[in-house]
């Protein structure tokens, strides 16, 4: 994965709430079994009609563009696919910003390098509303300090330690493992001599 710190970027409001896991990557493109090419899907029933043709949809809306999506409350909601962390992560976003995250959709975005940054709905509320108004309007997410801001308004936010180290230093679980190899076999030298 690669290393996340900083990203400062216009962003792509997306303000319908319960939005679940079949709606941003239907089951019946979980065909395959590695992460490239599910962003071309994304969302693929609310921007394509069955025809191909583009629906009115705010990714089909040259307006607004950015890595960070911006939803409304019970993102991720549904069943359990790591398929949608794929998707929104392979069509360019690296964070989406909501005000609640379903458990397992937080951990499978976490695992696979999108930040979930779950704010306040006051905060979510102006954030939107600053986008809808301004599509140029910048957001800047700060890993290391757990903060997300916008025109100067800021709010921190809550993040796993260990997925932040992770995220931090772009390892997937089997490179933080590898990360701390001369720890392990310290302590299993040390646990040899007891």
């Not at 599910?38 to 921007?47: A, Q």
């Not at 720890?183 to 001599?193: D, G, K, L, N």
Request: glycine share 6%; charged share 25%; proline share 3%.
């Amino acid at each position: 994965m690669d290393k996340f710190q900083k990203v400062k970027s216009t962003a792509v409001p997306l303000p319908i709430e319960d939005i679940d896991t079949d709606q941003i990557i239907p089951a019946r493109f979980l065909k395959a079994t590695s992460r490239e090419g599910f962003g071309d899907n994304l969302f693929r029933d609310w921007r394509f009609n069955p025809d191909n043709t583009e629906k009115d949809f705010v990714l089909n809306d040259s307006t607004y563009s950015g890595k960070v999506l911006v939803a409304g409350r019970n993102f991720g909601c549904g069943s359990s696919r790591e398929h949608a962390a794929w998707a929104i992560h392979d069509f360019g976003f690296k964070v989406v910003v909501s005000s609640f995250f379903a458990d397992i959709f937080k951990g499978n975005a976490l695992n696979n390098g999108l930040l979930p940054v779950q704010v306040s709905d006051d905060y979510l509320a102006e954030l939107i509303e600053a986008i809808k108004a301004n599509p140029d309007t910048e957001v800047e997410v700060d890993l290391e300090q757990q903060v997300i801001s916008f025109n100067g308004n800021q709010e921190l936010f809550e993040v796993n330690a260990y997925k932040k180290e992770c995220l931090l230093n772009g390892y997937d679980d089997i490179d933080f493992l590898v990360s701390i190899k001369q720890e392990i076999e310290a302590y299993e030298q040390a646990s040899e001599v007891i």
